[in-house]
């Protein structure tokens, strides 16, 4: 049963916000267009035509503002080249646990939760040894047209290789091909995207290659092989701009970027690589697509938070010597919790928090589970692990980084945790000693 009947004011992006509107409405929340709102709802906070003016008026009201997911794609890079993020945004909603940890690297201002995928069931992999159809889905020109210079020379360029390749080429697009760059090409078949169901061309596809965005990763999430190009750009879709160039890219490339890249070879082999396997991106769909929306966690999550407000960072007691790991990192990276294991058992006076900003209790359990599965661990016999289920958020990260005296990890040293000593796969020495040093000075 609901605390109090909330009322929510909702700026929907191409229906992007209806799953998060029906699980709140089936918790008997209302949805209203004027006058008082406890909360506003909106996909992005640019300080840009109408939604500045929206998040203008409902912040004069009082409002809470909360950020749902703009699209499917990886995380939004506008805070890195466009513009920055509003203070008054209360919460970021993201769909996984890697847009999360994109905001950490950026030392995000607002409280960050996972909500889940809501853009289409998640289903396996569909392997295909011999590839024959290509939906290409260009980069999309703005509602007038507009698109910028280097967004269409990579849609040229990608589509002249499709046409030279013994594939059968459908391209589905948004705009004129011509708006798109693109040029009618014998055998192959165009498809305007606004007469077409969403995933028709999915459906009977191969491989999907396409701008990155929402629709490669549709195809990713219901097990489409896929190529994407033009990955670690933003552009605000503005008539004649020109694409800004990321500034801390250096943050966080390595961490977004989907394995198989259009530029990554002659394409053909590319294709031919990634419809084998779904092994080389299965971190990757992890951190973007991650775990089902499911309807009555998110009400549940909002109504608290929105209630409630976000309680101070609590952790748990720790042992006297307290290493902070990320549960992302060790369940790609299982020699790290080998070494930890390899250094402390579990009568040592030390202890293991685990954190991935943004992730409930389950969801982190979830992911330390297949953390000390894939590193090779017995279950009963593991050394002192925590978890630390809380949203990302600076005072998360100050108070992990002040409870903790050393992080294991081998990422780039971001934030107050960022100053603890680090200490990497294969470095147990190390990393026994440091524990020894405090109780040696005591």
Known sequence: ??????KIAVKDHRNTAMPFVSALRSAGHEFVVEGHADVLMIDLDPPYLQY?????RYAEKGSKIILYPHGGGVPNLSYDGLFAPDARVFANLVTAVGQAEFLR???Y???????????????PFRACDDVEHVVFAPTHPNGDGSLTAYQRDLNSEVFAKLVESPFRVTVRHLGTPEQNGLWKAEGVTFVDARTSPQFAEIKVADVVVAGEGTYPNLAIATGVPTVMYSQVTAALGLPGEVLQPMRRKHL???YIRFPFDAADGPLEEVIREAARSEAPIADWKRRFIG????????ASLFERIVSHGHPPVQLDPTRSFTTLAFADELAERPELLRTYAETFTPGDDASLL?????LDAQGLLSLAETAIERAGLDGDNLPDILLAPHPGSPEADLRLGERADAVLSEWLAIGRIGELPRFGAGESAALRS???????AA
Do not use: K, N
Not at 110 to 123: F, P
């Open 105 to 107: 690297r950026l030392d």
């Open 291 to 298: 775990q089902p929306f499911d309807p009555r966690a998110f």
């Open 52 to 56: 500045l003016e929206l998040l203008d």
């Open 109 to 123: 201002p607002a409280c960050v939760h996972t909500v889940g995928w809501t853009y289409s069931d998640i289903e």
């Open 252 to 254: 966080y490339e390595d």
């Open 434 to 440: 440091a524990a020894a040093a405090p109780a040696l």
């Open 354 to 358: 685990l954190w991935a900003p943004g």
């Open 1 to 6: 049963m609901i605390s109090r009947r909330l």
